[in-house]
């Protein structure tokens, strides 16, 4: 007992602690931060004790923005100022069915050329899903700052279904609000984390995911300390949100008053007495209330009441919903319901009775509930954060995770060619080939889409390009090569080459819902303007951190393997330390930032013998097991180095 | 990319799939960008490039169609529904009757007939696929052989489509018998 308030007190003072990285779970209804604590994952509390902040930014008269409890309180009074569940927004069009539902909000149409994003006009301002969750984050962000003084990298947590739109949006969120974005993790892989580590046990589990606004069922299998996610599937617009609007719409019908011709904030009195209503029925059988308004049902002030099984009856289609979603994940893992050896229940929304009852009914086992559902996802990815931060102290801890909806691009007649299915293992990457459909065509339109359709135009479309300059051919001469690739949190990014020519263009691709780049800068220097703190000093400190990083890794590789240094290599790389080491001393960011890609440059060859070092190693370490194949493959491997193998042929341009 | 080189396995059709899916783990851990967030870029952007080829190398050869192809390719053949010789008018004849028998069995709502079917070109499906294993179980075939094998590759397309439809099915009167005890009409 003594010792843990005193180690708590070096934690806090010592000045030469490094920062602290966290973990994020930025939610449709609450958001949290956690990190780890003396080996073990903890959420950061806020002055009343509390790790949920709700998800609700509230847009004062003078400029204010107030994030969490206080927002929420300002909710039914200016629901127009007050966003709730911006997260159902990310990553969509300006004209989303989302911006139609039921909902208090007054939107603004893009102007043309603008990029395609939700706008909420609150007050004098209009403001982006990405900036309402920026400011989200930078609340959390100070919370943890109060408790951990320097905060390091963050891990944020997105639903598994998350598109790349979404996706790209939540990433650029994070940098908004000035994270460092370690990684964006999948939040049932984030709860597999926190479940796995706690509990040792190899097998495998669904994960059960029913958020505020997003449902997701991942279905992974633990082994040795990796996590290898076998399938996901879902719907990105499907959470306990909708239970609250069913029994809002119960309690219109009530009082006999039609939902379209409420007022904005008759709408949101209604949609938090429904959340008050379904949060009461998860213990009592009955919830009593009064009537918010008068109509022609009921006065104001008349009591009602809506029982459980009412409760149940209204939220059966929601889970028959969840139900198609498990079932397509489960066969894509090739699993049977039985052969589960756990099913892990995350999100506010899996309190509700009649969602475990469906949930051990579907899976035919009791959910696991030991770790609080809402909290379990920011434990997981604290555990991560410190693991990529090389602070964890479980090194052989692994996670595998997945695409979680095809990509690919259209093709004649609207046609979709898929290039990565869905449930790749990531980071991915896979090229395919086309052709020319005209005589003297000398551009191809490049249309990147996302979704299982068969056609594009049923498909989310990720992003539009046109790849130009090629020399007039007869049809079906050109050859365009076109590299899909997918980094590690989830994220596309395409690649183009016409083959015969070498026309090759680093193309920009600009997203068809989401902010490009400028966009993303402008806002981080506008938030900055608002005397937050000095870009420039902010900058400095950050680049110095990113060099003295790469400085003390590339020191470790050249100790690890200074047999695979060519003659001259390692002076040169040397020197190119000795400059970084220099430009750190300085005060000038660019200077350090040139050094950095100097050293890169200087490592490049280095860098890719010892990856290749580290497959002999690990494919030599597995064939000590299997003495005699090995042998085999190590003649394969002579003969197939010699040369790469052909292309995927054109697929038919129609 | 040669998938056999990259995960270290010999140039055949019959791999031994669960050794295959550890020795990709050991790559993974060896390789993925998680194990190298703390490196600098030449270093980062390696290993990103090798954890992607070591996925899609275990994605081609934990699957048989594109395993096949991925044989062919290696000895310099071009695969695909292009590049391949046509069917034999007896094989798209027996195809399209296996097709209707399919479509009429549908249409009936006869699940047992669907399962029969289902089973009978699985079972075609294997012996399509022991082929290539003898195929390609000694070392490089010669030319003669391989284009004799390479026809068996629009086959098993064939197979595959032919199953996802079987399961289609399936899944259709699984949903609809599910939607019935709910009391909900399809």
């Known amino acids: ?654 | 990319m040669d998938p056999f080189a990259m995960l270290g396995a010999p140039r055949r059709f019959d791999l031994d799939l669960s050794a295959l899916e550890k020795t990709h783990r050991e790559l993974s851990r060896a390789l993925h960008p998680d194990k190298f967030a703390q490196a600098g870029a030449s270093e980062r952007r390696a290993a990103l490039e090798k954890a992607a080829s070591v996925n899609e190398a275990w994605r081609v050869l934990r699957d048989p169609i594109r395993r096949a192809e991925a044989l062919f390719q290696a000895e310099g053949l071009a695969v695909g529904e292009t590049n391949e010789p046509k069917a034999s008018p007896a094989f798209l004849m027996e195809v399209m009757e296996e097709r209707e028998a399919l479509a009429d069995a549908r249409a009936a709502r006869d699940l047992a007939k669907v399962k029969a079917l289902g089973a009978g070109v699985s079972a075609r499906a294997k012996a399509v696929e022991s082929r290539l294993t003898a195929g390609f179980a000694g070392g490089s075939p010669s030319r003669d052989e391989l284009a004799a094998l390479l026809p068996l590759l629009g086959e098993l397309r064939f197979y595959r489509r032919f199953l996802d439809e079987v399961e289609a099915i399936e899944e259709e009167a699984e949903e609809r018998a599910l939607a019935g005890a709910r009391g909900v009409s399809p």
């Open chain 1, 1 to 654: 007992m003594s010792q843990a308030p005193s180690s708590g007190l070096l934690e806090i003072f010592d000045p030469k602690a490094p920062p602290k990285p966290i973990g994020i779970d930025l939610g449709t209804t609450n958001s949290l931060v956690a990190y780890v604590k003396n080996e073990r994952p903890t959420t950061v509390k806020d002055c009343d004790q509390a790790a949920l902040v709700p998800s609700v930014v509230h847009y004062g008269d003078a400029g204010e923005v107030v994030v969490g409890k206080n927002a929420q309180l300002r909710a039914a009074e200016r629901p127009r100022e007050t966003i709730v569940s911006v997260k159902r927004f990310m990553g969509r069009g300006g004209d989303d069915p989302e911006t139609r539902r039921l909902g208090p909000y007054a939107f603004v149409v893009p102007e043309e050329g603008a990029p395609n994003v939700v706008r909420f006009a609150v007050g004098e301002k209009v403001v982006t899903p990405v900036e309402v969750s920026a400011e989200i984050l930078r609340s959390l962000r100070r919370l943890a700052e109060d408790e951990l003084r320097s905060v390091g990298g963050a891990v944020i947590t997105v639903p598994a279904y998350f598109d790349d739109a979404q996706r790209q949006a939540t990433k650029d969120a994070g940098r908004l609000a000035g994270l460092e974005v370690l990684r964006l993790l999948n939040e049932p892989t984030a709860a597999a984390l926190a479940y796995g580590l706690e509990k040792k046990q190899n097998g495998k589990f669904a994960v059960y995911d029913l958020g505020g606004g997003t449902f997701d069922v991942t279905i992974l299998v633990l082994d040795d300390g990796v996590f290898q996610v076998r399938a996901t599937g879902g719907d990105s617009a499907l959470g306990g949100d909708d239970m609250d609007r069913a029994l809002a719409e119960e309690i219109f019908r009530l009082t006999g008053r039609e939902a379209s011709s409420a007022s904005p904030s008759e709408v949101r009195v209604v949609l938090d007495l429904a959340r008050r209503v379904k949060h009461g029925l998860t213990d009592a059988d009955v919830v009593d209330f009064e009537s918010p308004f008068g109509g022609p049902g009921a006065e104001a002030g008349a009591p009602l009441s809506i029982a459980r099984a009412r409760f149940d009856e209204l939220v059966e289609p929601l889970l028959a919903r969840t139900g198609a979603a498990c079932r397509r994940a489960l066969k894509d893992a090739g699993m049977k319901p039985e052969e589960l050896d756990g099913v892990i229940l995350v999100g506010g929304a899996t309190r509700v009775p009649a969602v475990r009852s469906w949930v051990a009914k579907t899976f035919g086992k009791e959910p696991l509930g030991d770790i609080d559902p809402e909290e379990v996802v920011a434990l997981g990815a604290a555990i991560q954060a410190n693991l990529l931060a090389g602070q964890g102290s479980a090194d052989d801890v692994l996670l595998l995770d997945v695409i979680p909806l095809s990509l690919g691009i259209e093709v004649g007649g609207g046609v979709v060619d898929r290039i990565l299915p869905r449930n790749t293992t990531t980071p991915a990457a896979a090229r395919a080939a086309y052709t020319t459909q005209e005589d003297n065509q000398t551009g191809f339109e490049i249309h990147v889409v996302q979704g299982e359709r068969e056609l594009a135009a049923d498909c989310r479309s990720l992003a539009r390009f046109t790849l130009k300059g090629i020399p007039p051919m007869v049809a079906g001469m050109a050859r365009l090569e076109v590299t899909f690739r997918v980094d590690a949190d989830g994220l596309l990014s395409v690649h183009a080459r016409e083959e015969r020519t070498g026309v090759e263009q680093t193309v920009s691709v600009k997203p068809s819902y989401g902010l490009d780049d400028d966009t993303v800068e402008q806002m981080l220097l506008d938030a900055i303007d608002h005397g937050e703190e000095d870009l420039a000093a902010r900058k400095l400190a950050e680049v110095r951190v990113e060099a003295s990083r790469v400085v003390a890794s590339t020191k470790k590789s050249l100790a690890a393997d200074p047999d695979l240094l060519e003659p001259g290599e390692q002076a040169r790389i040397e020197s190119a330390i000795a400059d970084l080491e220099g430009a750190i001393s300085g005060a000038d960011a660019r200077r350090v930032e040139l050094k950095i890609e100097d050293l890169d440059a200087a490592t490049k060859g280095f860098a890719g013998r010892r990856m290749n070092r580290a497959i002999a190693q690990a494919i030599e370490g597995q064939a000590l097991e299997t003495v005699e194949r090995s042998v085999e493959h190590a003649k394969g491997i002579e003969a197939a180095h010699a040369e790469s193998g052909p292309l995927p042929p054109a697929p038919p341009s129609g």
